[in-house]
């Protein structure tokens, strides 16, 4: 059985780290498009870290300077004394030991302690307390032997810090309702107007860029496990037919037969509708049996199995429908069948190529609707 990758998938309408600097007052932050949903929205910091909503802090920490392993010796350097807090000090005490593992005298620091907790980094021991922000804080008491063996500085308090301020959505009173732009105001001004942030959100469908306001975009996605998503059956034989028929004849310069004069075609003047439809529909019926011949090379000569839903049996049928509410878009509705017999609707909005598209620009022109995804493949 053949398969392609999937490449028509609804598109999320997702803004992925749209790089933004902050206004003059240093608080607030303009997305270029209009935020679809407030749960989606995030924010990082100048390239560096994640600001969520209600502020980025840090914990009280610090790190040794003296790499391990270490001799533990008692009554020499076995004592690490610590006040987290108001609370009252804690005294941590190591056995003896020659050339300790690092892992092992972590664990045994930890399982004494509350409010902090001791980690490694490349060989240096680290100290932090468990929340974050700048009330918390912890102090190394004198006496500290452990602290002095790893390197850490005696009778002295370390605080954690606020990174960045927390944020609001705010929505703009003097834009349209249907595309509501929201400002990201922070409850503090940055320390810099200089700062930027990179904000990741839902964006509505008529201001996405990815697929341009169709709702689909044609590319293929990995998934967790690193693989492409793959059409098989029905699904595979409605992709073929959509990059066969929308494609333009002779823009494969490896297969120049491969494709439709369909988009040229759809733009002929309209009072011209017969004809446009006569050329359409021989255009169709000729790409068509090009396929269905490929696909017969491919079971016969070539000895791959071809399913019978995913084979082109028969084009029933070619219908062209002019929009009534706007007369330069037209409706292409196929209705192929595949070897099963199931009857496979295509359909898509093609529209018109806009006075200054002449020009040469053609950003206004092609597919602005696909239906195909409420295709239900029968059994079989």
């Known amino acids: 059985m ?5 490449i028509d998938q609804v598109c999320p309408h997702l803004v992925v780290e749209e790089p933004l600097y902050v206004n003059p007052d240093r608080r607030t932050i303009r997305p270029l498009r209009p935020i679809a949903s407030a749960d989606s929205v995030m924010v990082r910091m100048d390239g560096q870290y994640d600001a969520p909503s209600e502020g980025t802090f840090t914990p009280a920490s610090t790190v040794g300077s003296r790499r391990g392993p270490f001799n533990i010796q008692t009554g020499v350097n076995d004592t690490f004394k610590v006040r987290v807090g108001t609370a009252a000090v804690q ?19 930890n399982a004494q302690v509350s409010g902090i907790a001791f980690n490694l980094m490349n060989g240096l021991v680290q100290v932090k307390t468990i929340d974050s922000g700048p009330w918390t804080r912890f102090f190394i008491e004198p006496g500290s032997t452990l602290a002095t063996l790893f390197g850490m500085g005696l009778n002295r308090e370390y605080r954690g810090r606020q990174v960045a301020p927390g944020w609001t959505l705010i929505g703009d009173p003097l834009t349209l309702s249907d595309r509501p732009t929201r400002m990201i105001v922070f409850d503090e001004p940055l320390l ?49 037919m959509q990059k066969l028929f929308y494609t333009l004849l002779g823009s494969n310069p490896f297969h120049t037969w491969y494709g439709t004069g369909l988009l040229e075609t759809i733009g002929k003047k309209l009072s011209m509708s017969g004809l446009v439809q006569n050329l359409i529909l021989s255009d169709i019926q000729q790409s068509f049996n090009r396929w269905q011949s490929i696909k017969k090379q491919q079971e016969n000569d070539a000895g791959q199995r071809v399913s019978d839903r995913e084979f082109p049996f028969q084009l029933l049928s070619v219908n062209l429908q002019q929009s009534t509410r706007d007369p330069t878009v037209i409706f292409v509705n196929i209705t192929i069948q595949n070897r099963s017999f ?37 059994g079989g």
């Open 2 to 6: 053949s398969f392609d990758r999937q």
């Open 192 to 240: 810099s107007a200089g700062d930027f942030v990179e904000v990741s959100y839902n964006t509505v469908r008529q201001e996405c860029r990815r697929c341009g306001g169709l709702g689909v975009e044609n590319d293929w996605r990995y998934g967790n496990d690193g693989n492409t998503g793959e059409a098989r059956d029905e699904a595979l034989l409605i992709q073929e």
């Open 342 to 378: 199931d009857p496979i609707v295509l359909e898509r909005g093609l529209k018109l190529p806009l006075p200054y598209d002449l020009l040469g620009s053609t950003a206004q022109q092609g597919a602005i609707r696909q239906s195909l995804l409420n295709y239900a493949p029968s």
């Open 91 to 109: 005294t941590l005490v190591l056995p003896a030991s020659n050339k300790m593992p690092l892992d092992r005298m972590v664990d045994a620091l």
